[in-house]
């Protein structure tokens, strides 16, 4: 049975989300599970604040907030760096 890397991206559907959904899934790889999560829905938003995101959009890799998103942009490096895009 193969593991899967759980990425969650939270979104709130603005252009901005839509880039970095994409930028997420190109750098995807095959164990990648990703979920979009709207920021609309108040169980997000809580999931959202356990852990620690400020600003939209962000993106949780393996339950664990990407270094990039602990500011103000998705860099394509730290989310590789965090485990995105690497077979598990």
Do not use: W
């Not at 108040?42 to 270094?67: H, N, Q």
């Amino acid at each position: 049975m193969t593991t899967k890397r759980k990425v969650e991206v939270f979104s709130a559907g603005c252009a901005v989300c839509e880039e970095a959904l994409q930028l997420v899934r190109k750098v995807a790889c095959p164990s990648c599970d990703v979920t979009v999560l709207d920021m609309q829905s108040i169980d997000v938003v809580k999931r959202a604040k356990a852990l620690g995101i400020r600003s939209i959009p962000a993106v949780a890799i393996d339950g664990k907030l990407a270094d990039c998103c602990a500011g103000r942009s998705i860099d394509e490096q730290k989310l590789r760096a965090a485990g995105l895009g690497v077979t598990l």
